[in-house]
């Protein structure tokens, strides 16, 4: 429908000259198509009348449509100010000047500003392309890229620039690779010490039940060796995957305890995807089995519409009490809360 000066016939259609009503604003609102002008008599030509033939045609019924997901506000306690300043900036253009990768930004971390303008970060090595599809990572999926020989030098480098004194390594899971990447690791490894003298927390992919990889990585001596959980059994193929096996996450941690019980070995659980509190606390134990020392528990966030819904929004208060459970069970250090993640203040808990 056109308008001209205040009226709101179709000329296309429309016989009369102009109405001479006032103008009016733009028509945007849902109430303002309402409002029709009560002196205008439009009415359409004869011939646009449509011919009797045509009240024949068959009554198509469109299908019913998708409804739209609801709309997830977050709740006010996931709504913060998002820090700036200097400290980002100079992060920022730090990792790109070397050409790295961070998880921080592959995985949309909602820590990446207060981390970034503390000039901390977590490196990401072997390439952007991962070889899971994870339903809960918005890493990119793809054909992945061969490795780069000096990636070590650099990470090693940011590692001196940034002055850190706790360096967290992790990759994108390279299945495509005969070791998964555990010697690029144990590379990273040596290079960040000798270059910083600062402890080093790796945090790996599966390396799915090929030990040899386990044990190369953990040649490399790191302080701490970080193998998330993700998520309780219950979901674990939904969430992470065909080829993930809970058993063989919680067999890797084992090992990496029995094959030097001097590096601290981490864990870590998504909340919010349809977990019950029971199934937490029985991975808790199951974890704690197998000789874990430090947990972190987060809330899941939705990267995309793509992803793995939201099932639930844990208050913070619950995040305490869990991590105060899991304290009481054993570990040795418990970071638990709405915006915890792997890396989250990882120096305060390998320096406890
Ligand atoms: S929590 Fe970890 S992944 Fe997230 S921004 Fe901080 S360092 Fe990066």
Request: glycine share 6%.
């Amino acid at each position: 429908m056109s308008t001209q000066g205040g009226c709101l016939a179709d000329f296309a259609r429309c016989q009369r000259p102009p109405c001479r009503l006032p103008a009016r604003r733009r028509i945007d609102y849902y109430s303002d198509r309402h409002t029709i002008p009560v002196r205008c008599s439009f009415r359409p030509l004869e011939r646009s009348v449509a011919p009797l033939a045509m009240l024949d045609l068959p009554i198509v019924t469109a299908p019913p449509s998708e409804p739209e997901p609801p709309v997830r506000r977050l709740p006010p306690w996931l709504r913060r100010n998002v820090p700036s300043g200097f400290g980002l900036h100079a992060t920022a253009e730090l990792i790109s000047d070397l050409n790295l990768a961070t998880v921080c930004e592959s995985a949309k971390c909602p820590n990446r500003s207060e981390c970034w303008s503390q000039k901390t970060a977590t490196l990401m090595i072997m390439g952007e392309v991962c070889t899971r599809p994870c339903g809960f990572c918005s890493v990119k999926k793809g054909r992945t890229e061969a490795l780069e020989a000096d990636e070590p030098a650099r990470v090693a480098e940011a590692a001196a620039r940034m002055d850190l004194k706790h360096v967290v390594i992790t990759s994108v899971t390279r299945d495509d690779l005969p070791d998964g990447g555990a010697d690029h690791f144990y590379h990273c490894v040596l290079a960040v010490r000798e270059r910083t003298g600062a402890s080093v927390e790796v945090l790996t992919p599966d390396f799915i039940h090929c030990r040899e990889a386990v044990a190369r990585v953990v040649e490399a001596v790191p302080e701490v060796f970080n193998h998330n959980t993700e998520t309780v059994p219950r979901l674990y193929r939904e969430v992470r995957g065909r080829k993930s096996d809970y058993r063989w996450t919680l067999e890797l941690l084992r090992r990496v305890k029995a094959m030097n019980p001097a590096i601290k070995t981490k864990s870590g659980l998504m909340l919010g995807l349809g977990e019950t509190t029971t199934e937490v606390l029985d991975t808790l134990a199951d974890l704690l089995e197998v000789g874990c020392d430090f947990l972190t528990l987060g809330q899941y966030l939705q990267p995309t519409r793509e992803h793995l819904p939201v099932v639930r929004y844990l208050p913070p208060e619950e995040f305490d009490e869990l991590g105060e459970r899991a304290r009481r069970m054993g570990f040795r250090q418990v970071a638990s809360g709405p915006f915890v993640r792997s890396s989250y203040h990882a120096r305060e808990m390998a320096e406890s």
